[in-house]
């Protein structure tokens, strides 16, 4: 056997999508995903434009606001690993559901508050709501995709997330150009909390009916 017929990726991707999308709470996930990094890629690179130049705090002011948002992270992570084990499969879709509304909802909050020390707090709780998600989500895919594909999954849908959130930083920093970062934030946490649509949409519900009832492990 050449290499060819052995290494074949384009053969492999396509059957990862196809699986993908066979399996609905899967496609559902992925759906969630790239719907977050919409608004998720502008959110990053707004952060630089809060600290400098409308809270006119400077460097520091870049560095307390990436800090707040790394404590939400962490502070979300751990708190859905607590909550991960109490929740049934339909509490986790109920759960997926309010806390994009929550994340979109308080970076709108963040771009909107005059006071820096208010913002930060925002941004918090922005963060620890997408870290839930994002811990809830991953870990019903661990044990939901089958062995053979998970690879090619978890790749797929960091590839399709990372070039829509290039998308959004993209397209961010050329709206910077004509209009204010509070009007872009506010636009980006629209975005991210859209994402919802998917997850309580048809997609969403052929994902409540699907057969992995799997319990927290």
């Given amino acids: 056997m050449t290499e060819a017929e052995v290494i074949r ?3 492999e991707y396509r059957e990862g999508l196809r699986y993908m999308r066979s399996v609905p709470l899967v ?3 992925a759906l969630l995903s790239v719907g977050w990094a919409t608004g998720g890629g502008a959110a990053q690179i707004l952060f630089t434009l809060f600290g400098e ?3 006119n705090r400077g460097a520091a002011g870049i560095g307390t606001i990436w800090g707040c948002a790394g404590l939400g ?3 979300g992570g751990a708190f859905a690993n607590w909550l991960g084990r109490r929740l049934s499969f339909e509490k986790f879709k109920l759960v997926v559901f309010v806390n994009y509304i929550i994340h979109g909802g308080t970076y709108i909050l963040f771009c909107r508050m005059q006071r820096f020390e208010l913002a930060l707090i925002f941004i918090v709780v922005s963060r620890a709501a997408i870290a839930v998600n994002s811990i809830l989500d991953y870990s ?3 044990k ?3 062995d053979q594909y998970r690879g090619r999954v978890f790749s797929t849908m960091e590839t399709i997330t990372w070039a829509m959130m290039m ?4 397209g961010a920093g050329i709206a910077s150009t004509h209009y204010s970062p509070r009007t872009i934030g ?3 946490g629209l975005l991210s909390s859209s994402t919802a649509i998917f997850w309580d949409g048809p997609t969403g519900r052929d994902a409540c009916r699907c057969p992995s009832q799997l319990a927290w492990k």
Avoid: C, E
């Fill in 9 to 11: 990726p384009w053969h």
């Fill in 27 to 29: 496609f559902a996930i």
């Fill in 53 to 55: 130049v409308v809270f």
């Fill in 73 to 75: 992270l962490l502070v």
């Fill in 140 to 142: 019903y895919l661990l």
């Fill in 144 to 146: 939901t995709v089958s």
């Fill in 167 to 170: 998308i959004s930083m993209m």
């Fill in 186 to 188: 506010t636009v980006a």
